[in-house]
């Protein structure tokens, strides 16, 4: 479970960024590593029997052989028999919450926490060596331990360890891969790489050519290892219980980040629908340890604090209600863990049974006396009832001994009824009574609330039909979601070598270098630079021998002799070029090309090995081309060019300075699938 440092293979690059930490070891017999590598098998024998389905689906289609037909529907059947037991066994793990806790938990009710979704190799070499010999006009060769170091950071997030050093990994991949996008992934080319991602609930497997998948599902394993640092927290000292605060928040806000910005992900976990149950549990989880805290150093015996406690008890049972309802709608109920649901209903009702305690102690142990502030006491009872029985009121419930104690014991028969029903709940579900400390929990409050009950007890408490009043909720601490700040880091691009980003990346286009020979007359060159980096040519004398030996106005220089120019300003290339001697020097050149923008690729999400299908959005797409041609025909920059060409001084503005978006290289290019917006994938993601 160490970090280990790798060096990234980056020359030059010195201190903490030549290094970055690796996973954990993925064959180290851990409880979690163990219960990881079978949600990986399940994944592996869940995509198997979907295959098998998928053909013999289409052979039943294909098929008017009726004894085929009866053959391919048994095998059918069978097939489905073993998709549902393996889902079952993939909702057992989702259900393993003990191994996520502390080892030392035995008298908290445990947490729930996320499964990290499992992922395939990717292999970079072969498309980015081709990409940067083909586009980048460089050695491939020489980039090989850019990429070998890129490939070990993405197989180290398959195993982060269950800390902040785990979590930092995440975040300097995902800081990578907008990097990786701009360098490598152009929208006129198809890569050939394929992200593939199983659904942590159905393990079904999603697979895109594109980046955005890989984005969001590195987003979720962020919020799942907050979840699991959660769960790990010692919630018997005020630190841990403040770090499963903390953590949860983070799991939430990350969650939300997810959300908000990825709104199409094909995966069904990361549907907008399954992440706000999510963030809800999260919160829920969080307010759970707020209110943990605020009893841990123990609760005073006193009639405000324990009104205080009941108020604080009813918001935890409020947030985990909300949580189970939205748990059983439509959409979700159908893959969340049976055990989820269930533990959010015994939770539930366990919190509002302890709030009825509380209230029913403050007000059979704490009778009004001389010394007590009466005031005090009445405007508490008031706030703790949104309504009262017909004929109370709090002055009176305070004041009379009788009705108070009536009051008070109906508030313990509810809880009682509370605690029964969690106990109830609690035995109808298999994986909860693996959780023997939940039981414990569960009959200690139910045997604490029998035990008051029988101290207060009254002869006419058969004939008494007071109903206790419901408790308004209400907390001093909200949980709140908080976006960690290690969802963006700075990180240092493994290809800084191949230059600017803004200059030299897939969406531009530009000509192999060129040498240029320079030849100072009366030490003018013939031309000046401007720009940061990489410099460039302008004011070219078309009479100047550098002019007749090829050079452009507008070209990029990117080599001075035999030292790399993409990186320098105009001062340090103006001082390689200053002592230019007689017999001159050799320049490297490259000039952006204008070029019609080519037809977007069509791109596919394959999910359990099927391709959806896309006929709608194919003609949305269709349409939005025409339209767009028609603008793109109106566009003038091409022919102004070439007019502009006769004239000794032109200047050629580069593609990326029109940010109008008329443009056509600045027209945004639609990625497929979405089910709102189909022309604009870079707003959705």
């Known amino acids: 479970m160490t970090d280990t440092l790798l060096p990234n293979g980056i020359k030059g690059s010195g201190g903490e960024s030549a290094y970055f930490k690796k996973g954990c070891n993925p064959f180290a017999q851990t409880g979690r590593s163990k219960l990881q590598n079978k949600r990986a098998s399940l994944n592996q024998q869940i995509i198997k029997q979907m295959r098998m389905r998928a053909g013999a689906e289409n052979l039943l289609k294909a098929s008017s052989n009726n004894k085929v037909k009866d053959m391919v529907l048994l095998e059918l059947s069978y097939v489905n028999s073993n998709l549902q037991l393996l889902m079952g066994q993939l909702e057992g793990l989702n259900s393993s919450v003990e191994v996520y806790q502390n080892t030392q938990e035995t008298a ?62 995440l975040a300097k991949y995902f800081s990578h891969l907008p990097l990786m996008e701009s360098r490598f992934f152009s929208p006129s080319r198809q890569t050939g790489i394929f992200f593939t991602w199983y659904d942590s609930f159905t393990g079904v497997p999603v697979c895109q050519q594109n980046l955005s998948l890989e984005k969001a599902s590195i987003l979720f394993n962020m919020a799942a290892l907050y979840s699991q640092m959660g769960t790990r927290s010692d919630r018997q000292t005020i630190a841990g219980l403040e770090e499963a605060i903390s953590a949860f928040q983070k799991a939430a806000g990350t969650l939300n980040h997810l959300k908000e910005t990825f709104t199409h992900t094909p995966s069904y976990d990361m549907s907008p629908a399954m992440l706000s149950m999510l963030i809800r549990m999260m919160l829920a989880q969080a307010q759970e340890c707020l209110f943990e805290k605020m009893a841990l150093p123990g609760i005073k015996n006193q009639f405000c604090a324990l009104m205080k406690m009941a108020q604080e008890a009813a918001k ?14 439509t959409p979700i109920k159908d893959n969340v863990p049976f055990f989820w649901s269930t533990m959010s209903q015994v939770k539930t009702n366990h919190y509002r049974s302890m709030a009825h305690f509380f209230v029913a102690s403050a007000l059979l142990d704490h009778q009004l006396g001389p010394s007590d502030d009466e005031d005090q006491q009445e405007k508490t009872l008031s706030q703790v009832y949104d309504r009262l029985p017909e004929g ?94 290690t969802i963006k880091v700075k990180v240092t691009d493994f290809f800084h070598r191949l230059g600017p980003l803004s200059v030299f990346s897939a969406k531009q286009r530009w000509t192999a270098p060129r040498t240029i020979r320079l030849r100072p007359e009366d030490r003018d060159l013939g031309f000046t630079l401007k720009g940061e980096t990489p410099v460039q040519v302008v004011s070219l004398d078309p009479l100047c021998p550098a002019a007749a030996d090829g050079l452009k106005e507008g070209d990029y220089i990117i080599g001075v002799g035999d030292t790399d120019c993409k990186w320098m300003g105009v001062g340090e290339v103006m001082r390689l070029l200053k002592d230019v001697n007689e017999e001159g020097i050799d320049i490297q050149v490259v000039s952006i090309m ?92």
């Open 392 to 485: 109370h009121s709090p002055p009176d419930i305070l004041k009379t001994k009788d009705e108070r104690e009536r009051i008070g014991r109906a508030h313990i028969r509810r809880a009682i009824l509370g605690h029964e029903e969690a106990l109830r709940i609690y035995g109808l579900c298999h994986h909860l009574n693996k959780l023997d400390i939940l039981q414990d929990i569960l009959r200690a409050s139910h045997q604490r609330s029998l035990n008051k009950c029988s101290e207060n007890e009254d002869e006419e408490e058969f004939t008494d039909y007071t109903e206790a009043p419901d408790i308004i909720s209400k907390t001093e601490h909200k949980a709140e979601m908080e976006v960690p700040a």
């Open 108 to 169: 908290n009710i445990p947490l729930i926490a996320l499964g990290l979704k499992e992922t395939k190799e990717v292999d970079f070499s072969t498309f980015f060596k081709d990409f940067i010999l083909e586009h980048y006009s460089e050695d491939a060769n020489s980039y090989e331990d850019e990429i070998a170091d890129l490939m070990d950071l993405r197989q180290a997030c398959r195993t982060p360890s269950r800390n902040e050093a785990g979590v930092e990994l």
């Open 594 to 685: 204008d070029c019609n923008p080519p037809m977007p690729t069509k791109s596919a999400t394959f999910c359990g090995n099927l391709p959806k299908t896309y006929s709608m959005i194919c003609l949305a797409h269709d349409d939005e081309e025409k339209k767009s041609r028609k603008v793109t025909k109106k566009s003038s920059f091409i022919s102004w060019g070439l007019k502009n060409k006769l004239k000794s001084a032109s200047t050629l503005s580069l593609p990326t300075a029109d940010r109008s978006g008329a443009l056509p290289w600045n027209k945004p290019t639609p990625t497929f699938p979405s089910s709102s917006s189909y022309n604009n994938d870079s707003a959705l993601y």
């Open 316 to 329: 935890v049972s409020e947030i985990y209600d909300q949580v189970h309802q939205s748990m059983i709608q």
